[in-house]
């Protein structure tokens, strides 16, 4: 199939498509809000919020039996795009598995939440996307654009916050699935939900391992899930959950640059306590968390070279409190306030294979190497949003934000809502983000130092959003970004050294649309185009995805086409851009009430590809396999 090159060519296909869908939109039904918690913390309908979400429930999560959440987040949230290496894993310490929105992300400017708590690694700052598993999640909400007031550091570029699965009625529910299939591929999974009056409980497994597509690309994984809930009173609820995550996985090297014998061993794991209320005025939650990990790495050699003789190794940590409550305060109003305080750190060594003797990697601010190293941030916010009149919302928010070794940043925002009618809304913001210096940019390798300050950004948008009479919704806005003291690594006295020099300015256009046209149809699309004054590798120019869902008695069918356009693989005087075509499809059939046999297929036209530089994308692939839910 012919790769679409023409921005003004997608656009005007997504607008003509939500044009049609609107016109064969029935007006039988009473329109429906989102409600979401990843832009105010508490439930909030999303119309009274002036930022950007994206929301992509179970039903959507689950329509394809992908494994992963990201495959599908990523289609459906315009400006987000997911770099990959293929099949099952998304890549650690190879620069594949960053995610990006419009533009801006990388290794730590987006952050990646489980229930409200930030997961991302202690030393390195970046995401581990190879843990984000559909069996654990409800749904997802994407908040495109800076969330750092709430949120704070790493939240620079937005977050993607993963709500984990409920249980609201007494009973007992468990799922289990099994499929297989290209390059001896393998994903299982099982899920048990369970409430008994006050008590609420969640387990979910699952396996998964692959041959990959290429030589020496094997990956294997298991996870753990339980989540416990108790209710004391209808007001008031405990909470614990534990998430842990364990990989095997080689890294092949680029087609031009292979590697021999690159393997990662890694553990993540995830816990947490919480004491949630929820009165009418009122609503708030106190939650204390862990994140941690240990990565055991053979950085691998080229072919002809020689073994390593020692293999690297970490452990890192995140620990934090925090709190927050939210009270209407009068009539039209909704206040937030919250505290914030986390540490993170840990320990990088090599260690010797035989010898078992250990080299550590980080140092102190003088330059001494040290076993340890670690930092706190502490903050507090406020967020006041109220309603002028019955058409305009206003919002406004600081944070005070306290880094350890870099010091304050406060983090202002604001936005107004407009509810032009009972179906419409305006929406204006202006939103401010930041990302502190990591462990490893103060205390790690040769261009590290303490002498840095956070990277920050400004983000303008607009936004219109249509609702069509219940059955679906349009939407479209535009944003103007503005970055700088971004950090980049230069040459001082001969010597790499990590500085504040980079800037970026990045705008854009992004456009939504859902439709259900009748009981058996539905549509969605979206579309962004993005503009940057300075090029960013893993970031698309332009991203179009159009897919349908039929159903009809036991029968289930959806596709997926999703172009992307002007992906810079590399920048500079030799950038190297692709543009490629996806057609995704899959079918199921219910055999009997309790089990469900389907077939799926990634990437049918075979197109070839790739994400990140030197790692071709598998070309068609096809797994099988059956749903039992009972």
């Known amino acids: 199939m012919r790769t679409f090159r023409n921005t003004k060519t997608m656009s005007l296909a997504l607008v003509l498509l939500l044009s049609g869908a609107s016109l064969h939109a029935q007006t039988d039904s009473i329109a429906l809000h989102d409600v979401v918690v990843t832009g105010t913390r508490n439930a909030t309908d999303i119309r009274h919020i002036p930022m950007t979400v994206t929301v992509v429930g179970r039903e959507k999560l689950t329509e394809q039996n992908q494994p992963s959440v990201l495959p599908t987040v990523t289609a459906l949230t315009p400006g987000l795009f997911t770099t990959s290496r293929g099949i099952l894993g998304y890549g650690v ?14 290794g730590a400017q ?7 708590q930030p997961q991302y690694a202690g030393l390195m700052g970046h995401p581990i996307p190879d843990v984000y598993q559909t069996m654990m999640t409800e749904k997802v909400e994407v908040l495109r654009g800076p969330a750092s007031l709430l949120y704070g550091s790493n939240a620079m570029a937005g977050v993607l916050n993963i709500v984990t699965r409920q249980m609201n009625e007494d009973g007992v529910k468990t799922d289990v699935q099994v499929q297989g299939g290209s390059y001896g591929s393998l994903q299982t999974s099982a899920t048990n939900r369970l409430k008994l009056g006050k008590f609420s409980s969640i387990v979910g497994v699952q396996y998964q391992r692959t041959d990959g597509h290429r030589q020496n690309s094997e990956f294997e994984q298991l996870d753990g899930f339980v989540k416990l809930g108790y209710e004391f009173t209808p007001h008031w609820k405990a909470q614990g959950d534990l998430d842990i995550s364990h990989f095997n996985t080689s890294n092949p090297g680029s087609v031009n640059s292979p590697i021999l014998d ?24 106190l939650r204390a968390y862990l994140d941690w990990g240990h990565h055991n790495i053979d950085d691998g050699y080229s072919p002809g070279g020689t073994p390593r003789v020692a293999l690297y190794k970490h452990n890192d940590y995140i620990g934090g409190l925090t709190w927050y409550q939210s009270a209407r305060l009068f009539e039209g109003n909704r206040t937030t306030v919250g505290i914030d305080w986390q540490h993170f750190g840990g320990s990088a060594w090599n260690e010797n294979r035989e010898t078992g003797e250990k080299t550590y990697l980080t140092k102190d601010k003088d330059g001494n190497v ?3 190293q670690h930092a706190d941030e ?30 304050t940043e406060l983090v202002p925002q604001g936005g107004l809502s407009f509810h032009l009618n009972e179906s419409a809304d305006l929406k204006a913001l202006v939103s401010k983000g930041f990302r502190n210096p990591i462990i490893r940019e103060m205390y790690m390798f040769p261009p590290a130092t303490t002498d840095l300050k956070p990277e920050r950004m400004m983000n303008y948008e607009l936004s219109f959003t249509q609702r069509i009479n219940g059955r679906g919704h349009v939407g479209a806005n535009i944003f103007y970004i503005k970055g700088d003291n971004l950090i980049t690594q230069t040459r001082i006295n001969e010597r790499p050294r990590n500085v504040n020099a980079g800037e970026f300015e990045n705008w854009g256009l992004e456009l939504t649309g859902d439709c259900r046209i009748n009981s058996h149809w539905n549509l969605d699309a979206n579309y962004s185009f993005l503009h940057m004054d300075t090029p960013i590798e893993g970031a698309p120019e332009g991203k179009l995805y159009v897919g349908a869902n039929y159903h009809n008695g036991k029968w289930t069918a959806s596709a997926g086409l999703q172009n992307v356009s002007g992906l810079y693989l590399t920048t500079g005087d030799d950038a190297e851009k692709e543009n490629y075509t996806l057609l995704n499809a899959a079918v199921s059939y219910q055999v009997v009430p309790i089990a469900t046999l389907f077939v799926r297929g990634e990437n049918i036209l075979a197109e070839r590809y790739q994400t990140y530089a030197g790692y071709p994308m598998p070309k068609a692939t096809f797994m099988g396999g059956v749903k039992i839910s009972f």
């Open 93 to 106: 310490n190879t620069g594949a598995g960053t995610l990006k929105i419009r533009g801006v992300g990388g």
């Open 378 to 407: 502490v903050a507090g916010y406020v967020d006041f949003r109220q309603d002028i009149t019955s058409w305009v919302t206003i919002d406004a928010g600081l944070r005070i934000d306290h880094h350890s070794v870099i010091g």
């Open 370 to 372: 040290v076993e340890k």
């Open 262 to 285: 690159n393997d990662f061993k890694i553990t993540r794991g995830l816990a947490s306590v919480s004491l949630n209320n929820n009165y009418d005025r009122t609503s708030g939650s």
């Open 110 to 116: 987006l952050l990646v939440l489980i229930d409200g």
